[in-house]
Structure formats: C-alpha cells, structure tokens
C-alpha cells in the first residue's frame, strides 16, 4: 500500500472516531435545546395561567361580597363572569400539559359554581338574610380554591425539577459523549502519529543520515534502511542503494586509479630529479648563473611533485585499508621537543615565534605511531600554520589533558579560516582561501584519516579570549589506542 493510502486512511479514521460521537453529542444538544423551548413555554403558560387564576378568585370574592350586600345585576353578572374566566384559566393549565393538577380546582370550581347559583336564588327571592348566611358558609370554598391553586404551583415546581433533572442528564451524557470522544481522538491521533513515526519518520531519518555519510565520502549502503518496502520510501531507499553501490565501485576505481598513477609518476620524477643532480655535479663549473637557476627551479618543482605524488598515494593507501601503522607508547614533552626542532629553522627564517606548552593534568605519555603523528598530523598543521603566520608572528602548540586521553592545540595569528570554508576543510582536494598558497588539498584530509586511525578526532576549534586570533585546530587522541582500533588497521 501506497504511503499516501496509508495516510488517508489514517486520517479518515481518526475524522470518524471524532465526527460519529460529535454528532451524537450534537443531536442531545438538540434535543437538550427543544427540552429547554419547550418547557419554557409550557411553565410560562402555566404561571400566567395561575395568576390569571388567583386575580379571578380574588375578583369572584370581591363581587359576590358586593352582591349579597347591595343586589344589582351588574354585579351578578360580574360574578357569574369571573366563574367563566376562571374556568378558562382552568383550561389554559391543562393545555399547558398540567391537566391532572388542574383536575382538583376545577372541581372546587364547579362547588363555587353550585353554591353562588344558589346564593343568586336567595338574592332573587329577596331573602338577604339567607343569602348572607350562605356567602358566609361559600367562604371556606372559596379558601379552598386558593389552597388548590398551592397544589397546582407544587405539581408545576415538581415538573420543573424533573425537567431540570432530565436536561442535567441530556447535558451530562452530552458531556461524557464529548469527553470520550476526545479522549479517543487523543489516542487514536497518538496511534497514527506513531505509526507515522515508524513509518514516515524513520526511514526518512535514517535516510538522511545515510546521505550525509554519503556526503562525507562514505558509499557502503547502510542495512537498517527499509528496501523490501512496497511503497514510495521502499522505492526510494532501493534507487538509494544502486547509486551508493555505484558511486563505491566509483570511488574504489578512482582509489586504485590514484595509487596506480602515484606509483607509476615516482619513477619519471625520481629519473627527473637523478638528471638535475647529474647535471649540477659534472657541469658545476661550467653553469652560468641562468642555467643554474632553471636547474634549481627543475629541482624545486620536483620535490614538490615527488611530495603531492607521496601525499596521493598515502590518501588512496588510507582509504583502501593497506596504509600500515607502527603504535609505540611516546612521552608528551619528547613529542613536542621533535616537532620544534623540526620546525624551528623554518620559524627563525620568518622570525615566527614557534613555542610548545603542557599543561598541568596532561598525561605524561600517548600511544602513536610517532613518524606519522609527528610528521602527517601535528607536522600538517604547524607546516600551515608557519605559512599562514605573518613574518615576525606566533605559533602555539599546547597539550592538555582531555577526557581519557590528551588534546592538542595548534593556533597561530594568521588571518584565520572565513566562516564559509570551515565546514569542507578537511574534505580531500579542498583549499581553503586562506592566502595565495597553492597545495592538493589533501593535508588534512590526510590528518584526520590518521588521527581516525588513532581513535581520536580532529576539528577547527573556536578563538577563545586570550587566542592568537588566527586558525585553531584541536586534535584529541586516547591515551592508549583502542584493540578494536588497531585491529582494523
């Protein structure tokens, strides 16, 4: 299955384990909002409808009092009207959904009814007095009326709490339904999110990382990549591996093809270079100024080329595993002690101040091969730094103690390495433009394949305050080179 099938599924998932609970909880949302319309309506019918009730009563009091005392059929209307719109409010609370609290008053309703129609025949018949004694024996009815509508208002708060009740519910369940379902998003988004991880994200890591050994001059195709994948990343790892297959056969023709022409280019120099010194012994009489100075120059430009053949064929030994190692165990200060004197002629002649420390802590003694240490690596980097140096400036080499082993530091006041050369530095054929010096390229290359070979590392250090102010090199190596190191060499 394709990566971008896999995504979507993925994520059409994860859409449907939030929208199927989303919706749920939207419908009780609905169904919370018509609980709350509705009751709302029938609570506000059923309160007006009560005090609609409550005024009637008071009213049918009021006009029934005024008309035992003082007959006139205005007022014996109004009574008999009263009993009307009380039983219409009657009606308003059983429309409103509270028929059966309702059912009470309108049968104390109905007594009110019997009772003033009888006390309206006394009034009739003009006997007053009989009337009077009636309205007085109607008052406890008409108390009782009044406490039927306290029953209603209890049935109607009841209600209301029950509905109250049923909406803390909706709302409740809504809530739950909500919480669950980001709950289970969370965790499904944390399944995808590392099934993308496992995915996506590490072969594409470890893809990277193989590009960048592949930048670094390392072809060997690595074996965690995933190249028996069906997808666009299995496609991608397998185009990956020919091309580092490829560009490894490259670079191993390319090796032997250096060793073989370093090899070959030796013995046209050496003939060169026999010739001159022929030349100079048995015409040293004969050779006017001119010829022995382009018989000089013959001679320099051989020994440059005799060193820059030396330097390829010791690259291309490094890199085909055949560059053989001799590790003896040397002393710190006995170290430093040959390297000045192998360069301080060449500091006196420019007046360069070239000078050895050892700090306190460092370790007394490393194991090296002392020649190639001594010449290829910290030699290496003196050698650039007395060129960089300006006439009359200052070379340090200093050792201190480092983690398990011993870091040197070789910094001169030169004008330094501009930022956008320092990270390729020690790629092999690559010059920095530091000054107007020419080189191959390959010194610290050469040096930090040695220094490897010794377990250690080397890098471009930073300027520190109370640096010369020029390039800083730092070289660390154990104080005993690993077994597993030696054995690979």
Same mark, same amino acid.
């Given at each position: 299955m394709k990566v971008r099938d896999r995504?979507?599924?993925? %994520?059409?998932?994860?859409? +449907?384990?939030?929208?199927?609970?989303?919706?749920?909880?939207?419908?009780?949302?609905?169904?919370?909002?018509?609980?709350?319309?509705?009751?709302r309506a029938r609570h506000a019918e059923a309160a007006l409808a009560m005090g609609s009730i409550e005024t009637g009563l008071s009213e049918f009091d009021r006009f029934l009092r005024s %008309?035992?005392?003082?007959?006139? =059929?205005?007022?014996?209307?109004?009574?008999?009207? =009263? /009993?009307? =719109?009380?039983?219409? =409010?009657?009606?308003?609370?059983?429309?409103?959904?509270?028929?059966?609290?309702?059912?009470?008053?309108?049968?104390?309703?109905?007594?009110?009814?019997?009772?003033?129609?009888?006390?309206?025949?006394?009034?009739?018949?003009?006997? /007053?007095?009989?009337?009077?004694?009636?309205?007085?024996?109607?008052?406890?009815? +008409?108390?009782?009326?009044?406490?039927?509508?306290?029953? +209603?208002?209890?049935?109607?708060?009841?209600?209301?709490?029950?509905?109250?009740?049923?909406a803390e519910e909706i709302s409740g369940s809504a809530r739950a339904i909500t919480l669950l379902a980001v709950l289970l998003g969370l965790a499904l988004a944390l399944v995808v999110t590392g099934w993308v991880h496992q995915v996506l994200w590490l072969p594409l890591h470890r893809m990277r990382d193989a590009f960048s050994e592949v930048a670094d001059g390392n072809y060997a195709p690595p074996r965690n990549l995933p190249y028996g994948g069906g997808d666009e990343i299995g496609d991608l790892a397998r185009?990956?591996?020919?091309?580092?297959?490829?560009?490894?056969?490259?670079?191993?023709?390319?090796?032997?093809?250096?060793?073989?022409?370093?090899?070959?280019?030796?013995?046209? +120099?050496?003939?060169?270079?026999? %010739?001159?010194e022929l030349i100079e012994e048995e015409l040293e009489g004969d050779l006017t100024p001119n010829q022995r100075d382009i018989l000089d120059r013959i001679a320099e430009q051989t020994r440059s080329m005799s060193k820059m053949v030396s330097r390829l064929m010791d690259i291309s030994k490094l890199e085909s595993g055949r560059y053989e190692m001799e590790f003896e165990v040397v002393l710190v200060k006995d170290l430093l002690l040959g390297l000045v004197r192998a360069y301080e002629l060449l500091a006196n002649e420019r007046g360069i101040n070239l000078h050895t420390e050892i700090l306190p802590d460092t370790p007394d003694d490393v194991e090296v091969d002392v020649d190639l240490f001594r010449g290829e690596i910290l030699g290496n980097l003196i050698s650039n730094a007395l060129r960089f140096a300006p006439d009359g400036g200052e070379v340090r080499v200093q050792a201190q103690p480092g983690s398990e082993g011993v870091l040197f530091e070789v910094a001169d006041n030169g004008p330094g390495i501009p930022r956008k050369h320092r990270a390729h530095i020690f790629k092999k054929y690559y010059q920095a433009e530091r000054s107007q010096a020419v080189g191959s390229g390959l010194g610290?290359?050469?040096?930090?394949? /040695?220094?490897?070979?010794?377990?250690?590392?080397?890098?471009?250090?930073?300027?520190?305050?109370?640096?010369?102010?020029?390039?800083?090199?730092?070289?660390?190596?154990?104080?005993?080179?690993?077994?597993?190191?030696?054995?690979?060499?």
């Open positions: 995504l979507v599924m993925s %994520y059409a998932l994860v859409g +449907i384990t939030l929208a199927i609970p989303s919706l749920f909880a939207a419908a009780r949302l609905g169904e919370l909002r018509d609980l709350a319309v509705r009751e %008309y035992v005392a003082a007959p006139d =059929s205005a007022l014996r209307q109004s009574v008999f009207t =009263s /009993l009307v =719109s009380l039983r219409g =409010s009657a009606r308003r609370i059983e429309d409103a959904g509270f028929g059966n609290a309702a059912e009470g008053f309108e049968t104390d309703l109905a007594g009110l009814e019997v009772e003033a129609r009888k006390l309206d025949s006394l009034v009739l018949e003009g006997q /007053l007095g009989e009337a009077t004694q009636a309205f007085l024996v109607l008052q406890p009815e +008409i108390n009782g009326a009044h406490e039927g509508l306290e029953a +209603i208002a209890r049935t109607i708060d009841a209600r209301a709490a029950a509905d109250f009740l049923r185009s990956f591996r020919g091309m580092t297959q490829r560009l490894e056969d490259l670079d191993k023709m390319k090796t032997e093809f250096v060793g073989v022409a370093s090899h070959e280019l030796k013995t046209p +120099i050496n003939v060169i270079r026999g %010739y001159t610290l290359a050469i040096a930090r394949e /040695l220094v490897e070979a010794h377990g250690g590392w080397i890098k471009l250090g930073e300027k520190t305050q109370g640096g010369l102010g020029g390039a800083v090199f730092d070289v660390w190596i154990p104080t005993r080179v690993p077994r597993k190191t030696k054995d690979a060499r």
